[in-house]
């Protein structure tokens, strides 16, 4: 008995290969699995780019009440209060403009002005410059300064006057259309007759933005006056209420008697 066997391929001629069905089904199952998804995607944010919500999710006007108070998105608290917390202990944020800016935290000092007569508080550390009858302060670590001096002024002439002189000034030095007059009024020094109280704000030919609180105080013939300047927009309410503590301070005192040679 003989045994059929199968014929032996011709040398050099290699045997067919085999198909892999099962490759070939893992890769359409996978294309079909990522078709199914983008077309799930697409129609689950169709809304945000288009008027077309097949799904009737409302996913648009969702974004829009989220966008428009996030608090309203769920566990938004609660993450919120987790946010406070860093390794188990309260995470404290930081001083902010709020409690960074404080007039009270502004140490100050009795400064006696004897060649005009007056005294006033001025702030601690802060470099001082004589001048005639006139006096500036610097703030060290800004472009802040507060100056302050004396003028013989005529009979009758207004504190509000005198600030309309300075205001004519000011718009001469700025460049156009960049002066502002943010408020100006009658204002009550203990040592004055008549005062007036100016804030503005201008841009210079520098182009260099500032602001300035002008406040000229008429008492008999003089007229003393206090020009307080800054280029940060953020502390005009800050000196603001350090220029009234110094004004509430005012008070006169006696120029000092020339001495007689013996």
């Known amino acids: 008995m ?19 069905n099962l490759l070939w089904g893992c890769l359409i199952a996978l294309v079909l699995a990522i078709v199914v998804v983008c077309c799930g995607v697409t129609l689950i944010f169709m809304p945000l780019f288009s008027e077309y919500d097949p799904l009737g999710t409302g996913l648009r006007d969702q974004l829009d009440e989220y966008l428009d108070d996030p608090s309203t998105i769920p566990g938004f608290e609660d993450l919120m209060d ?76 207004t504190a509000e006057e005198i600030a309309l002189d300075i205001l004519e000034s000011i718009q001469e030095e700025a460049q156009e259309g960049t002066y502002k007059l943010i408020s100006s009024d009658t204002y009550f020094v203990p040592i004055a007759d008549d005062a007036h109280l100016t804030l503005f704000e201008w841009v210079d030919e520098d182009g260099y933005y500032n602001w300035a609180y002008d406040l000229e105080i008429v008492t008999g013939d003089s007229n003393i006056y206090m020009f307080l300047s800054g280029e940060d927009l953020e502390e005009i309410l800050l000196y603001g209420d350090l220029l009234d503590i110094i004004a509430s301070s005012f008070e006169s005192v006696p120029e000092p008697e020339p001495s007689i040679d013996a």
Do not use: C, H, R
């Not at 003989?2 to 892999?20: F, L, M």
């Not at 508080?121 to 004396?150: H, Q």
């Open 2 to 20: 003989s045994i059929d066997t199968p014929p032996i391929p011709p040398p050099g001629e290699p045997e067919p290969k085999k198909k892999n």
């Open 82 to 157: 987790e946010g406070t917390e860093l390794n188990g202990e309260e995470y404290d944020p930081g001083p902010t403009s709020e409690n960074l800016y404080e007039t009270q935290d502004i140490p100050l000092a009795w400064f006696n002005f004897l060649d005009i007569g007056t005294s006033f508080y001025y702030p601690v550390g802060w470099d001082i410059e004589m001048e005639g009858y006139g006096v500036t302060f610097y703030d060290p670590e800004s472009y802040t300064y507060i100056y302050m001096g004396e003028d013989t002024t005529d009979p009758g002439t």
